[in-house]
């Protein structure tokens, strides 16, 4: 017995005198219990500390405590239990008041009541007993023991021998066996993850080697087996098997059938493969470095996908019918997979939310209490779990909570990929003992180790060995693996000597004997293997490879509690998850506030140009400069906060790719999230670069249109993020995006200097008008002159004075010309019939044009201008009407001049000569306004071979195609027979190309995982 079990029945005697215990009774205890030669222990010594321990004034007066706390609290379930037996066996032998002392001790020693039922009837069960029962004065209650029969009754597994007189035993699982020669009892403890086995009978039974005494208890572990006389195996996951067909769980079966995969360009992968495995067992895939242990897992689990092959659960393909197999499979990377900015607790409970659709969320909070409390993790619930730079949990923690994500949902085949990579020893137990909980639940769990300890090698059921190039080496049971690979290395011709016992296992001995080296004369290894891969694998499939040759038909999938949220549900959590994640991280969120903030104070300060002391917004030489670093730092902080969102989460969506998650609710909380960060970040910006600079009355339609161009930038951050592979790829990738923003906004490059091959140099080349830096520039220079304070009052009258101008002054005595030349051209001898055409219908198409406008008569010959022939008559007729059309526009640009002046005359009345001065001062902007005029040019117009192209002050000019398509600075956008102002038109623009963005970020994601669209499941729902 264990020094630490006596103690504990040293002390748990000791407080039993204070309820009634004789304290001579309890000292014969003690000796009738050391007198033994079972015990190693010294029993005088124990006797001496009984005696001390009662005698001392501290417990007479009742205020003695134990040196390790409570009595037995320091111990553990197994070595309580195993106190519980030798109480049993003392307090047996007295009969009138020994089993109400029994039950009386075993409550103080901590067993419970369920417990405490299913020992006792394992104890007193007998070599001729067929039935349970217990005496009527024990500590429990009726309810408890009807519960107990009604919820417990499979902890007892009963095997007997066929011939063997014994009946089946009530409320126990019976089968048959042979070879027996009498009977094993197995008693189920959950608390210690094992069985109690005691075997009645006369037959030679083993158990590790050891023969198992009749009537004696022992500890039937994980990885423990009985053989029986006639050589039989019983495992413990068969054991295990049995309790879990008669508690009614539904069993899983994972069917492996010739896998096969190789890695493009190479001979690595996995070789054919073929197993079946069961629910209720751990099994271990052992190899070393580079093996293909993690391949196999993905080929398993549904991530990668064979060449040959099928992986079936339950008679469903894993890779063809994923669909039907949502929430039975798990998978647990090797790395990580936690939100690294979210406290322990908030991990598992937006994991639980996203997994348990049908739940409250009082119900939620619940089954994530509970978790972490069997997890260990509830102590740490609330710390942040932190990265490999910032640790704040530990490794182990990491690893069990890591796993508990998956557990929490109950998958019925669970794949972990090295869970105990980089633990210590205690912490590699515990991942164990979880995943042993799980199988004895029902579970099939698949376990991928590098080097485990003996202990924990212990703990699997069965065996998968892998050697280099991905060669399956053995499929069975781990304790008999070192035999089979002494046995076939032996037969090959090499001597493998080794000072193990047989009953030991240590799982390094397996890897040095597949990779044993050839020695050289000199007595050196050299680096050829005794053993190739390929011989190994060859021994594999003529002794032992499973024959799987006919698939089985499908049956029931285990219907588990998962149920996935409806779109609506996951976009709640995927947001507030996301939210709370960016808010903990509060470098993050500080830098994201602050850098519009610093933007915004170095662009308006660095360019709050004056030519005097005193700063004057009119003379402001920077403005348009201003307008167009405003777009580009809208671009750019929507690319920099969207361009790592979905990279970032790429192994928690890794994680979540098996609960067949809405890839739609994932994306829409990105956008989500990232368009109220922009709407926060441009507000910023605009109200302290605005209020430096000095720009008054436009700061929404600033916010507008920057905050829509931030939003275009958060969708192709939002692409890349998703298309590239790694954050060096995405941040080599964005300067490629930013600078065509830059180069073709028609401010670094006029548009009628780029290549002739890209513009016509009427409006503004397709090439501008898909960059959204044109229209957000475009749209804020151009309000910024015509909506400010000062012009807004003068705007209509001076763009119809710029019209009726420009055909005064340019377009009608250029269309004078042409007719000019086509009669000087008629005198000629020489036929130019083809030159004067080509002037008449250049005179058409513009008097047509001019035509379309309310205020210019229609010229009555124009169908025979169009015809491109010449006689003196039309020609008079024609002078006559461009004389007439020029008197009429020179009419409208005096009657704009008179209104341009009775509007200034008004706002005079109101705010004085000094007023109206400081209006413009401090509104109206010199240098933009040479901008949007082109004052600066010297060409007025552009000729084509049809058209006259104005080039002279483009704000005042109102574009005529029909979709939208302008010259730059347009006043307003031609579309669908009406005029649209440009500010409004651009950003409608600008957000079309974000839906556009929108629906292929969609698109892109829902690629990757297979599923229609839910956008086009909507849209297809409407459209019906």
């Known amino acids: 017995m264990d020094k630490n079990i006596a103690i504990g029945l040293i002390d748990t005697l000791a407080d039993l005198t204070r309820k009634d215990w004789d304290i001579e009774q309890c000292r014969s205890i003690i000796q009738s219990f050391f007198s033994s030669p079972d015990f190693d222990v010294n029993g005088e010594e124990l006797l001496k500390q009984f005696d001390s321990i009662i005698n001392s004034e501290s417990f007479v007066s009742g205020n003695f405590k134990h040196d390790a706390g409570l009595p037995c609290e320091t111990m553990t379930t197994e070595q309580r239990i195993e106190l519980a037996i030798a109480f049993y066996h003392v307090l047996s032998s007295y009969p009138e008041s020994g089993h109400q002392k029994l039950f009386t001790a075993w409550n103080v020693i901590g067993i419970q009541p369920e417990d405490a039922i299913c020992l006792y009837h394992f104890l007193s069960f007998g070599p001729t007993a067929n039935q349970f029962q217990l005496p009527g004065n024990s500590f429990i209650s009726q309810d408890v023991l009807e519960g107990w029969e009604q919820n417990n009754s499979n902890r007892m597994i009963f095997l007997y021998d066929e011939n063997s007189p014994t009946q089946e035993l009530e409320k126990a699982l019976c089968e048959k066996r042979?070879?027996?020669?009498?009977?094993?009892?197995?008693?189920?403890?959950?608390?210690?993850?094992?069985?109690?086995?005691?075997?009645?009978?006369?037959?030679?039974?083993?158990?590790?080697?050891?023969?198992?005494?009749?009537?004696?208890?022992?500890?039937?572990?994980?990885?423990?087996?009985?053989?029986?006389?006639?050589?039989?195996?019983?495992?413990?996951?068969?054991?295990?098997?049995?309790?879990?067909?008669?508690?009614?769980?539904?069993?899983?079966?994972?069917?492996?059938?010739?896998?096969?995969?190789?890695?493009?360009?190479?001979?690595?992968?996995?070789?054919?493969?073929?197993?079946?495995?069961?629910?209720?067992?751990?099994?271990?895939?052992?190899g070393g470095s580079g093996v293909g242990k993690s391949t196999l897992l993905n080929l398993l689990s549904g991530k990668l996908k064979p060449h040959k092959g099928k992986v079936l659960i339950n008679g469903y393909d894993v890779h063809n019918e994923s669909h039907k197999l949502m929430g039975v499979v798990g998978f647990v990377p090797q790395d990580d997979l936690l939100i690294e900015n979210l406290s322990?607790?908030?991990?598992?409970?937006?994991?639980?939310?996203?997994?348990?659709?049908?739940?409250?969320?009082?119900?939620?909070?619940?089954?994530?209490?509970?978790?972490?409390?069997?997890?260990?993790?509830?102590?740490?619930?609330?710390?942040?779990?932190?990265?490999?730079?910032?640790?704040?949990?530990?490794?182990?923690?990491?690893?069990?909570?890591?796993?508990?994500?998956?557990?929490?949902?109950?998958?019925?085949?669970?794949?972990?990929?090295?869970?105990?990579?980089?633990?210590?020893?205690?912490?590699?137990?515990?991942?164990?003992?979880l995943l042993r909980n799980l199988a004895d639940a029902g579970k099939l769990v698949v376990v991928n180790i590098h080097q485990p300890s003996e202990r924990l090698f212990r703990m699997f059921d069965r065996l998968w060995v892998l050697d280099k190039g991905g060669y399956p080496v053995y499929v069975g049971n781990p304790t008999e693996a070192v035999g089979y690979f002494r046995e076939k290395s032996a037969r090959v011709g090499n001597l493998v000597t080794s000072a193990v016992q047989r009953k030991r296992v240590n799982p390094e001995d397996i890897l040095d004997i597949i990779e044993q080296r050839q020695v050289d004369r000199s007595g050196s290894f050299t680096v050829n293997r005794k053993v190739s891969p390929e011989e190994w694998y060859r021994l594999y499939r003529e002794s032992i490879q499973p024959k799987v040759i006919e698939i089985e038909g499908k049956t029931a999938l285990p219907q588990g509690k998962f149920?996935?949220?409806?779109?609506?549900?996951?976009?709640?959590?995927?947001?507030?998850?996301?939210?709370?994640?960016?808010?903990?991280?509060?470098?993050?969120?500080?830098?994201?506030?602050?850098?519009?903030?610093?933007?915004?104070?170095?662009?308006?300060?660095?360019?709050?140009?004056?030519?005097?002391?005193?700063?004057?917004?009119?003379?402001?030489?920077?403005?348009?400069?201003?307008?167009?670093?405003s777009v580009i730092v809208s671009l750019f902080l929507g690319l920099s906060v969207s361009a790592e969102e979905i990279i970032g989460d790429r192994r928690i969506l890794e994680r979540e790719s098996f609960l067949n998650l809405s890839r739609f609710s994932y994306i829409n909380s990105k956008v989500l999230y990232l368009f109220g960060l922009s709407a926060i970040q441009m507000l910023l910006f605009v109200g302290v670069s605005l209020t430096i600079i000095g720009v008054k009355g436009l700061t929404l339609k600033y916010w507008l249109v920057l905050f829509s161009s931030a939003c275009f930038a958060n969708m192709l951050g939002l692409i890349i993020s998703s298309v590239m592979k790694s954050v060096v790829a995405i941040y080599i990738t964005i300067p490629l995006l930013l600078v065509p923003q830059i180069l073709l906004s028609g401010t670094v490059v006029d548009f009628d200097n780029l290549n002739s091959s890209l513009t016509r140099r009427v409006y503004v080349p397709v090439i501008g008008d898909v960059m959204t830096s044109r229209w957000a520039y475009e749209a804020l220079a151009v309000s910024q002159y015509m909506d400010n304070r000062y012009e807004k009052n003068f705007f209509d009258a001076e763009m119809q004075l710029s019209r009726a101008a420009?055909?005064?002054?340019?377009?009608?005595?250029?269309?004078?010309?042409?007719?000019?030349?086509?009669?000087?051209?008629?005198?000629?001898?020489?036929?130019?019939?083809?030159?004067?055409?080509?002037?008449?219908?250049?005179?058409?198409?513009?008097?047509?044009?001019?035509?379309?406008?309310?205020?210019?008569?229609?010229f009555e010959l124009l169908e025979e201008l169009k015809k491109g022939q010449l006689?003196?008559?039309?020609?008079?007729?024609?002078?006559?009407?461009?004389?007439?059309?020029?008197?009429?526009?020179?009419?409208?640009?005096?009657?704009?001049?008179?209104?341009?002046?009775?509007?200034?005359?008004?706002?005079?009345?109101?705010?004085?000569?000094?007023?109206?001065?400081?209006?413009?001062?401090?509104?109206?902007?010199?240098?933009?306004?040479?901008?949007?005029?082109?004052?600066?040019?010297?060409?007025?117009?552009?000729?084509?071979?049809?058209?006259?192209?104005?080039?002279?002050?483009?704000?005042?000019?109102?574009?005529?195609?029909?979709?939208?398509?302008?010259q730059l600075y347009a006043p307003y956008k031609y579309f669908n027979g009406q005029y649209i102002k440009t500010i409004w038109f651009n950003i409608i623009a600008i957000w079309l190309f974000t839906i556009a963005l929108y629906t292929l970020l969609n698109l892109i994601n829902n690629k990757k995982t297979g599923k229609v669209p839910v956008l086009w499941r909507i849209i297809g729902k409407f459209t019906r």
């Open 563 to 629: 149920r996935l949220p409806d779109v609506i549900k996951q976009l709640n959590v995927f947001t507030k998850r996301n939210l709370l994640s960016k808010l903990a991280n509060r470098q993050y969120m500080l830098l994201n506030i602050l850098e519009p903030v610093v933007l915004g104070l170095i662009l308006s300060f660095f360019i709050k140009y004056s030519p005097g002391n005193d700063y004057i917004f009119a003379a402001n030489r920077n403005i348009p400069a201003f307008i167009f670093m």
């Open 806 to 858: 420009f055909r005064a002054s340019f377009l009608i005595p250029r269309l004078q010309v042409k007719l000019e030349e086509c009669v000087r051209l008629d005198d000629l001898d020489e036929d130019r019939s083809a030159d004067i055409s080509r002037h008449l219908l250049f005179i058409a198409n513009e008097i047509e044009h001019l035509a379309q406008s309310d205020d210019v008569p229609q």
């Open 344 to 433: 322990v607790y908030q991990n598992m409970l937006f994991n639980a939310r996203l997994c348990f659709g049908n739940y409250s969320r009082k119900q939620v909070r619940e089954l994530v209490d509970s978790t972490l409390k069997s997890l260990d993790l509830w102590e740490i619930r609330n710390l942040k779990v932190g990265n490999a730079l910032d640790k704040v949990i530990s490794g182990g923690q990491r690893k069990r909570l890591n796993i508990g994500l998956e557990l929490l949902r109950e998958p019925a085949v669970l794949f972990l990929d090295e869970p105990t990579s980089g633990l210590s020893s205690n912490d590699s137990v515990m991942v164990l003992n």
């Open 178 to 286: 042979t070879g027996l020669g009498g009977n094993l009892l197995f008693a189920y403890f959950h608390s210690i993850g094992c069985y109690i086995v005691k075997y009645h009978g006369d037959r030679q039974v083993l158990i590790e080697d050891e023969p198992l005494i009749a009537g004696r208890s022992y500890c039937f572990k994980p990885g423990s087996s009985i053989t029986l006389s006639n050589g039989e195996q019983i495992r413990y996951d068969n054991i295990t098997r049995i309790r879990l067909l008669g508690s009614g769980v539904q069993p899983v079966k994972l069917v492996v059938q010739d896998l096969e995969f190789t890695f493009p360009g190479s001979n690595q992968g996995i070789k054919p493969f073929s197993t079946v495995e069961e629910s209720g067992r751990v099994v271990g895939i052992l």
């Open 871 to 966: 006689y003196d008559q039309f020609a008079f007729e024609l002078n006559g009407y461009l004389l007439y059309i020029k008197k009429l526009f020179q009419e409208q640009q005096r009657a704009a001049t008179a209104k341009r002046d009775s509007v200034y005359l008004a706002l005079k009345g109101q705010l004085g000569d000094d007023g109206v001065y400081k209006l413009k001062q401090g509104n109206h902007n010199t240098a933009l306004a040479e901008w949007v005029l082109r004052s600066n040019e010297v060409t007025k117009y552009l000729e084509t071979d049809n058209r006259l192209i104005q080039k002279a002050e483009p704000i005042y000019m109102l574009p005529d195609h029909p979709f939208g398509r302008a």
